[in-house]
């Protein structure tokens, strides 16, 4: 496996349901991202963890919880869902240090629909 | 605070014509600039990236983008457009790094690039 993973590739849940999405990055960076992308809105930052260390929460709801256990690994567990939540979730990694290499290696993403 | 704005949310153009995609930005700090292609049911892949060195920077499959700090602007552009060119375009912006803002980028709306046979 190259680049950046994520699992699974699909999901459909109920709102009642716990789920979890898995990301994984084989480049040797320290810090991992997740996204939710809406149709017709921006991409939005949800999670940032640098160091397995999180460094930023913007303000998401509290049924979306992040899990850093290692520098290659993020999981995004969910639990009691709305149908707002159905997006597509992208993982993303990069360096992690200071220095002028900020690009972010993306994965896949999960599209997620909510019932 | 960094923003990006991205003019234009649909551009159409025929095959073999000109591409001209439209990326404005405000930061405070010398800027970082991006720009990421998503192909559909893919994730973001980079296209090219600005960091103070040249300020005509190109990338993959022929892009390249000029940055212009007089007009805050970043356009990415290609000579001639592929029928495979369709995608969505991203530009970004990243501020000088601070411990607590290593690699944040701040997105564009993005830009549906359709191209006609």
């Known amino acids: 496996e190259t680049g950046v993973t994520q699992t699974p590739r699909h999901l459909v849940m109920g709102m009642t349901n716990k789920k979890s999405l898995k990301c994984e990055q084989h480049?040797?960076?320290?810090?991992m991202y997740w996204y939710k992308q809406s149709a017709k809105k921006p991409l939005e930052l949800m999670f940032v963890?640098?160091?397995?260390?999180?460094?930023e929460n913007n303000s998401v709801p509290s049924r979306f919880s992040p899990e850093c256990p290692n520098s290659s690994h993020l999981f995004l567990h969910l639990h009691t869902l709305q149908p707002e939540d159905s997006a597509l979730y992208l993982c993303?990694?990069?360096?992690?240090?200071?220095?002028?290499?900020?690009?972010?290696?993306f994965g896949p993403g999960t599209r997620l629909t909510v019932t | 605070a960094q923003s990006v704005t991205q003019l234009g949310s649909h551009v159409s153009v025929s095959e073999g014509a000109l591409v001209l995609l439209r990326c404005n930005y405000s930061?405070?700090?010398?800027?970082?600039l991006f720009w990421y292609v998503q192909y559909p049911n893919q994730g973001l892949q980079l296209l090219l990236k600005?960091?103070?060195?040249?300020?005509l920077v190109k990338g993959i499959n022929g892009f390249e983008a000029e940055f212009k700090k007089s007009e805050t602007s970043f356009h990415l552009t290609k000579p001639s457009a592929h029928m495979s060119d369709a995608a969505e375009y991203f530009c970004?912006?990243?501020?000088?790094?601070?411990?607590?803002?290593?690699?944040?980028?701040?997105f564009g709306q993005g830009t549906t690039l359709q191209v006609k046979p």
């Open positions: 993303a990694s990069s360096r992690g240090e200071s220095g002028p290499s900020y690009e972010q290696y």
């Open positions: 970004a912006v990243s501020g000088t790094p601070v411990s607590s803002n290593t690699g944040k980028l701040i």
């Open positions: 930061s405070s700090v010398p800027p970082y």
């Open positions: 963890y640098n160091f397995k260390e999180q460094t």
């Open positions: 480049l040797g960076h320290n810090a």
């Open positions: 600005y960091t103070s060195a040249a300020t």
